[in-house]
């Protein structure tokens, strides 16, 4: 069985651009974002990480961290972070982990088990890597996000949803569709409408079952 929101994210241990990193003890008491891509020095790929390097503030300010996977090697990283660099016009501090050996890829299920990497490999062999994790300080997989190949991420929804995550987490509210930050939320029907008012005060209420308020 794949993986599901409220799973616990699968622990490993990796080397990376940062050192060795031990993915829980890194997550820490905040929120993480882990996103992988096909390999290093292809265009989309790069365009996603130097998006990534120009959030770099946007993810402080929500304290989360971000940490990027890729089935080639630390080297090959620290190569292709000149590039990245060059086209976001910023720093890219952020760890991009060596998966070399598909361990990363196959505890998220980014790749099918008997997945095989063959020298020389082109971007086209690991298709399928190309997914995106929000995780909760409880270490539990919050949102999951998959994309093929020919799609670049948009990282600004990415982000809006990060924000969605964290302003409902652990509290009985939902976002409607297209929700930003500083819009009206719904109230969450473990709720009744005079304990949302006594909770977050004034309650518009459009429909028996939509209720919206400030927060």
Not at 40 to 61: G, H, M
Not at 112 to 125: H, I, V
Not at 144 to 173: K, S, W
Not at 195 to 203: L, P
């Amino acid at each position: 069985m794949g993986l599901r929101i409220n799973d616990i994210a699968p622990d490993f241990t990796a080397d990376s651009t940062a050192g060795e990193i031990k993915f829980h003890d890194w997550v820490g008491d905040g929120y993480a974002i882990l996103f992988s891509h096909p390999k290093d020095f292809t265009p989309v790929c790069t365009t996603e990480f130097s998006a990534v390097a120009q959030l770099a503030s946007e993810f402080e300010k929500r304290n989360t961290k971000v940490m990027g996977v890729s089935v080639d090697t630390v080297e090959e990283h620290v190569k292709w972070k000149a590039d990245i660099e060059k086209v976001a016009g910023a720093p890219a501090n952020f760890p991009i982990i060596d998966d070399t050996s598909l361990n990363v890829s196959k505890l998220y299920d980014m790749l099918p088990a008997e997945a095989y990497m063959p020298d020389g490999r082109t971007a086209a062999d690991s298709a399928s890597v190309r997914t995106t994790f929000i995780i909760g300080p409880d270490k539990k997989i919050r949102l999951m996000i998959i994309y093929p190949m020919t799609v670049g991420r948009n990282f600004a929804e990415i982000l809006r949803a990060l924000d969605a995550v964290q302003a409902t987490d652990g509290q009985p509210l939902a976002t409607p569709a297209n929700w930003v930050p500083g819009q009206d939320v719904i109230v969450g029907l473990s709720l009744s409408t005079e304990e949302a008012k006594a909770k977050y005060g004034d309650v518009d209420v459009k429909l028996p079952y939509l209720r919206t308020v400030k927060i």
